[in-house]
């Protein structure tokens, strides 16, 4: 592919390619642990420790859930579910070049008296982490506690969840765009 020009936006079959030659790189075939490690190196140290920090934070909150892991390229996201469906996460935390997410299931039902919420999403909502000590912070803990009890999800002590990676198959995802128009 040729070298795109700066400031020059990629089409949505360049974003595919290179979408699918990020998942190359993870290795399709790579346990989860190693494809999360190839996510976090897209990013800068500083943004490593947050995440790592963020995300020590939340399997110390919920160790019974499972990690599910999606890889989308330019970013990555870990959800927190008792089950491997994404259907049944309670939060998720993603990694993106702008920060660290707290994204909240239920989110606009949750009571949210710090307008700590942002988004206009029916489903979910974030809150932009600035530093991973946030989220032990009095509003982000009660956000957290009450997206657990509205899940009506039960947390077992002995439990512990794995991590598992649920980032869609490398054929899949390049057929994402068109196919290329012959010129």
């Known amino acids: 592919m040729?070298?795109?020009?700066?400031?020059?936006?990629?089409?949505?079959?360049?974003?595919?390619?290179?979408?699918?030659?990020?998942a190359v790189a993870a290795g399709s075939d790579a346990s989860p642990q190693a494809?999360?490690?190839?996510?976090?190196?897209?990013?800068?140290?500083?943004?490593?420790?947050?995440?790592?920090?963020?995300?020590?934070r939340m399997r110390k909150r919920l160790p019974a859930?499972?990690?599910?892991?999606?890889?989308?390229?330019?970013?990555?996201?870990?959800?927190y579910s008792m089950a491997e469906h994404p259907k049944d996460?309670?939060?998720s935390i993603a990694a993106r070049p702008d920060g660290v997410r707290l994204y909240l299931l239920h989110g606009p039902r949750l009571p949210d008296p710090e307008k700590l919420l942002r988004g206009s999403g029916t489903q979910v909502r974030y809150?932009?982490?600035?530093?991973?000590?946030?989220?032990?912070?009095?509003?982000?803990e009660a956000l957290l506690a009450a997206a657990i009890a509205f899940s009506g999800i039960e947390m077992p002590e002995s439990k512990r969840g794995v991590l598992v990676d649920r980032t869609p198959g490398q054929k899949k995802r390049s057929s994402l765009g068109r196919a290329p128009r012959s010129r």
């Open 2 to 22: 040729a070298q795109r020009k700066q400031g020059v936006k990629p089409n949505r079959t360049q974003r595919a390619r290179s979408v699918a030659k990020g």
């Open 89 to 91: 996460a309670i939060a």
């Open 35 to 56: 494809r999360l490690q190839a996510c976090m190196e897209k990013f800068d140290s500083n943004k490593q420790k947050a995440i790592r920090a963020v995300r020590a």
């Open 127 to 140: 809150v932009s982490l600035e530093k991973p000590s946030m989220l032990a912070s009095p509003g982000v």
């Open 65 to 79: 859930a499972n990690e599910l892991l999606y890889d989308y390229g330019r970013f990555f996201v870990l959800a």
